[in-house]
């Protein structure tokens, strides 16, 4: 690929997701391409390339930005944050939300659902034996094709065997010919919807707990300062933002600082803890 259409899709991305591809990239755009200009009826990625160059089909437009979106993810990516959650955070908001008996919690670049799932599972270890207590999730993505995928909420074998232990296997899903189905009342407690983080227009409430991991290492930063903000808008006085390993943050935000010894678990700078009240963390391995 020439370095000037190189130039077209890398700002085409950052300015539909934020995202800042670099020029070493260009054998995974290649890639991710080739399909799509077959789609569109090209006779090569170049003359797909002019086409955008010029008054693009916004259908055009919205399958490039789908295609080279990033759906990578697994059941408990980076197993620690998901061990904080169920050991520190999710005990302490249940002292914290005694009266409500509820905790929300957003999934935000869920991509093929398998965090959002995560989430069901640690909440509902957490909250379970106790009464009247309940928890929704909301999960989001950029790509319609995620969203189906994760909505549908059946995983293959290695998909669902992946850092899940065989007892939360057993409990949370049911094996069927076409592959390990999410059970009902997980599917009960989670909600699917497209949404793009860097233009994002829905008001989606207030969360306890929100999930943002290894979605912002690759933008701008000024799109990450933008996402950041968007984040801390919906997170509550006493709330709690999980960031990626590979998501840098610190230089980019005021609003957050991380919780002691956990460098990717974020608490607002001026927030309203009782920090009495939280758990010593706990290093037990999921079963």
């Known amino acids: 690929m020439r370095l000037g259409d190189f130039e077209v899709y890398r700002a085409l991305l950052q300015s539909e997701l934020g995202v800042d591809i670099k020029p070493e990239k260009t054998y995974l755009l290649e890639s991710r391409l080739s399909p799509l200009y077959r789609k569109w009826g090209y006779p090569t990625i170049e003359s797909m390339t002019l086409a955008l160059r010029a008054v693009p089909d916004p259908a055009l437009v919205h399958d490039v930005v789908q295609a080279l979106t990033d759906n990578e993810t697994w059941f408990f990516r980076e197993p620690t944050k998901f061990q904080t959650l169920q050991n520190m955070v999710l005990p302490y908001l249940i002292k914290q939300r005694k009266r409500q008996k509820k905790i929300h919690m957003w999934s935000a670049g869920c991509a093929s659902g398998q965090e959002a799932w995560s989430l069901a599972i640690s909440a509902s270890n957490a909250l379970e034996g106790m009464k009247n207590w309940t928890f929704d999730i909301l999960a989001t993505d950029i790509s319609n094709e995620a969203i189906e995928y994760a909505e549908r909420a ?30 009902d009342h997980l599917k009960d407690r989670v909600s699917f919807q497209i949404s793009n983080l860097l233009h994002q227009s829905e008001d989606f409430g207030v969360f306890d707990v929100i999930f943002c991991c290894n979605v912002i290492h690759e933008f701008t930063p000024e799109a990450r300062a933008q996402v950041l903000d968007t984040l801390a808008y919906h997170l509550a006085d006493d709330g709690f933002l999980f960031v990626g390993e590979l998501d840098h943050w610190q230089s980019r935000t005021p609003l957050f600082k991380a919780m002691p010894d956990q460098p990717h678990v974020l608490i607002r700078a001026e927030g ?16």
Request: charged share 30%; hydrophobic share 35%; no cysteine.
């Open 154 to 183: 059946i995983y293959n074998q290695q998909e669902a065997q992946s850092e899940t232990g065989i007892t939360q296997l057993i409990k949370y899903f049911e094996q069927s010919r076409i592959g390990w189905n999410v059970k």
């Open 272 to 287: 309203d803890y009782k920090f009495a009240d939280f758990p010593k963390a706990e290093t037990k391995v999921r079963a």
